[in-house]
C-alpha cells in the first residue's frame, strides 16, 4: 500500500465533507454524545461505523482480536467504564463474525505464544457449551456457533461489571449481542434472551450489596 496515498484520501474527504456542511469539523470538535458503545473484531473486513451506516460521533468504538470482554483486560475495562459512566451511552453491541481468525485459532492445537492466553478465553467458551459444539458435526457450522457463543459470553462478561450493573437499575442500558457475516455483508441480530441468561447467572455475578438485583423484567 502506498501510504502517501491515505494522506491523499484525507484531503479528498476534508473537502468533501466541508462542501456540504462548512461546520462539520468545528461541530464535532465541540464533543461526542454517541449513544452506541460498539465493541468487534479488529479483522479489516469487519468495519464498525462503515457496516453499521453511521457517522463519525455515533458509536464509541472498541476493537481486539475476537471481540473479547476479559475482566482482567484493562483496556476492555476502560472503554466500558468510560462509554457507560461518562458517555451514558444506552446500548452496549458486542458484534462477532462468521470466518473469525481468532476463534479459528481457538479450535486448533497449536502453540501462538503471546496469543496463548488470549486466546484460552475463547477455549473457555467452548469448554463451557462443549456438549453443545462437539454434536456439531460440520466443521463450519460448528465455528459459526462457537462465534455466536463467544458473543454470548462476552455479552454476559458486559453485564458482569459493576459499572453496567449500576447503569442497568439507573437507565434503559441495552446489551445486544450481533454477528456479521462476512460472506453476505449482513448483520445479524443473535436476539439473545438476557432475561433468561441473566435469572440463571445474576445469583452469582449481582456485585452491589446496597442494591437488590434488578427483577428480570426488561431486557438489558
Ligand atoms: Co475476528
Redesign the pocket.
Known sequence: MDISQIFKNNQDWVQKKLSVEPNYFSDLSKGQTPDILYIG?S?SR?TAEELMGIAPGQAFVHRN??NMVPNTDLSAMSVINYAVQHLKVNHIVVCG?YY????QAAMKSQDLGILNPWLRNIRDVYRTHQAELDAIKDEELRYKRLVELNVEEQCINVIKTAEVQKARRERDLTVHGWVFDVHTGKLIDLNIDFIKLLENIMQIYHLDPNEPEKPADKNV
Open positions: 473484531c479483522d469487519v482480536i475476537a463474525h473469525c481468525g481468532g476463534v
